[in-house]
């Protein structure tokens, strides 16, 4: 090979070595430089997150229903320990142990559990903090402590607290961990404002030597924490407190398994109270069963039954194809539609029976009467106007929202049966905002818990409310005026304090089972308002299969007025005559 061949060859390999290395400098200086920054500063930083306080939940007075209680973190600094792992493990473990299991047996599987997963942490090489155990108690810590073990620390953090226990429970959800281990609000408000509550935690970042431990005199650097916003809802304590307590009396008499209260204000939607049981405690969700997390006034739907009699009237009085006079031609006897029979509770008729009449007597022959004169195109615009079929947007967590079945797919006798509430579902809390737009002159509302927001910077109101006209007010107080009629009428009206016009409609609904109704279990169930011409709450109370009695007149109605009387007292109302 010639002089110049060599030449030409070593300056090709030059060429192509100073590729490569051009080529390496720039995948590190651009490609991989933030990747290679991050791994520098691992190497010469540590981090410490501080976290934020969660912002708690009041009720309209201020009390705390959601509330932060002092606890601690208890962590290990790996460069400071001074015991194996196993011997620290083996002295702390006892005192940091979840003991779910009572039997001997099973309190020392947990104890082996949490023993082996303090070692594991303690022997992590690539680390220099590791967490222990969140949220232990000032004994907890003060017995750690005690042990004098170099290396492991405290930090102050918070655990959630519920001073109401489970009063409010549905309404407020619980605070668990997502799959970060993080905090994270699940159902009701500390689901729904889970973000606003949890703030933003704050981070210290300092320099380390070669060993990890940090420069006293190094720079340090960071971003403060912002605790959450607190929540100020409209929740009455003593509201809570009421229907919670006749609740829990009316499940027990009447022998049903489960049942709930919602009281809204009908004029702005607010939330004075809701309690459904049974319930659980939300400071120990963990130890029930989670089929009782979803609050069943916006997350499970019912039959309404003759409770939804109201809303077809209202919406036939609208649209004018009856009055409250207007005489019912074909109520002698049972309907026949196809292949149905269509018959009332009683199996009593009452021929040329008004519209008054029809739900005072709560005829479920006047009704299908009622709706074939409204027709189906004019039946479904109310019904989608009162909300059926719509979710109602309350700022709780798990709303569900039935559907309404497709216009074009009712038949005659969907038709007939949905005006006595049969053959569509609907959740309470949709029933409580429909017949609400009857107590409040003909506006449907929008339903909400939380009418405050604080932070540092303030209180902020949430508004504006949305409403929207759903019936003319002079429909609303005709309305108004067949349910007082029909509750003077009720065997019940004897229990309502003397003086007041209350209206009311019952409700008895079979349950729907593998395609067909449940002849023995029910859905008893009252929904009304009161005062009828000035309403302070609109109020439903649904009772899950009593066994006293069936009816819904005999069972939820009673309630009903149990706990009108109480509201009335409290809220200081004047009798109308």
Request: proline residues 6%.
């Amino acid at each position: 090979m010639s002089s110049n061949a060599r030449i030409n060859f070593l300056l090709i390999g030059f060429f192509l070595i100073g590729i490569l290395i051009a080529s390496r400098l720039f995948y590190w200086q651009v490609l991989a430089a933030e990747e290679l920054a991050l791994v520098g500063e691992k190497q010469y930083w540590i981090s410490f997150e501080i976290p934020a306080k969660r912002g708690e939940i009041l009720a309209q007075d201020g009390f705390p229903l959601a509330a932060n209680k002092e606890a601690f973190l208890i962590f290990a600094s790996i460069p400071d320990l001074r015991q194996a792992p196993e011997k620290i493990a083996a002295k702390i473990a006892p005192f940091l142990v979840a003991e779910k299991d009572d039997s001997q047996e099973g309190k020392q599987g947990q104890l082996e559990e949490t023993e082996e997963i303090i070692k594991e942490r303690l022997n992590r090489q690539d680390l220099v903090w590791v967490p222990l155990k969140h949220r232990v108690s000032r004994e907890t810590k003060k017995i750690l402590e005690n042990l004098e073990i170099e290396g492991i620390g405290f930090e102050e953090e918070q655990t959630r607290n519920y001073p109401e226990g489970s009063s409010a429970a549905h309404l407020l959800g619980f605070v668990g961990s997502d799959v970060n281990g993080q905090d994270k609000g699940y159902f009701g408000l500390e689901g729904y404002y889970d973000l606003e509550l949890k703030g933003r935690p704050g981070v210290v970042r300092r320099e380390k030597d070669a060993s990890g431990k940090p420069i006293l005199v190094g720079e340090i650097s960071g971003q403060e924490q912002k605790d959450g916003r607190t929540l100020v809802t409209t929740i009455d304590r003593t509201v809570q407190f009421i229907i919670e307590e006749k609740l829990k009396a009316g499940l027990e008499r009447y022998g049903a398994v489960s049942g709930s209260v919602t009281l809204m204000d009908p004029k702005t939607g607010a939330i004075l109270g809701m309690i459904s049981l049974p319930v659980y405690n939300p400071e120990s969700f963990f130890d029930f069963n989670k089929e009782l997390f979803p609050n069943p006034v916006i997350a499970s739907s019912y039959e309404p039954g003759s409770t939804f009699k109201v809303l077809v009237m209202a919406a036939a009085l609208d649209a004018e194809v009856v009055k409250p006079d207007t005489r019912c031609d074909q109520c002698s006897g049972p309907r026949q539609i196809a292949d149905y029979s269509i018959k009332t509770y009683n199996n009593q008729y009452y021929p040329q029976s008004t519209m008054t009449e029809v739900i005072g007597h709560s005829d479920n022959v006047g009704m299908v009467f009622v709706t074939e004169k409204l027709g189906l195109e004019k039946s479904f615009f109310y019904l989608e106007k009162f909300g059926l079929g719509q979710p109602t947007g309350i700022d709780l967590e798990g709303e569900i929202t039935p559907a309404l079945r497709p216009k074009n797919q009712w038949r005659k006798i969907d038709l007939a049966t949905v005006s006595f509430g049969q053959g569509i579902a609907a959740t309470p809390l949709q029933m409580v905002r429909a017949v609400g737009a009857i107590a409040n002159g003909g506006y449907l509302v929008k339903p909400f818990v939380v009418k405050k927001v604080i932070d540092k910077k303030g209180e902020t109101e949430i508004f504006p409310r949305e409403t929207e006209k759903v019936i003319k007010p002079s429909t609303a107080r005709i309305m108004t005026e067949m349910m007082v009629n029909a509750t003077e009428k009720a065997w019940f009206d004897q229990l309502k304090p003397k003086g007041f016009k209350i209206a009311t409609k019952t409700g008895t609904a079979q349950i729907p089972i593998a395609g067909h109704y449940d002849e023995e279990k029910t859905i008893a169930s009252c929904i009304g308002f009161a005062p009828a011409d000035n309403s302070r709450f609109v109020m439903l109370v649904t009772l899950q299969e009593p066994t006293s009695s069936p009816w819904g007149a005999n069972t939820a109605a009673p309630l009903w007025i149990e706990i009108a009387k109480e509201l009335i007292v409290y809220y200081g109302i004047m009798p109308d005559l």
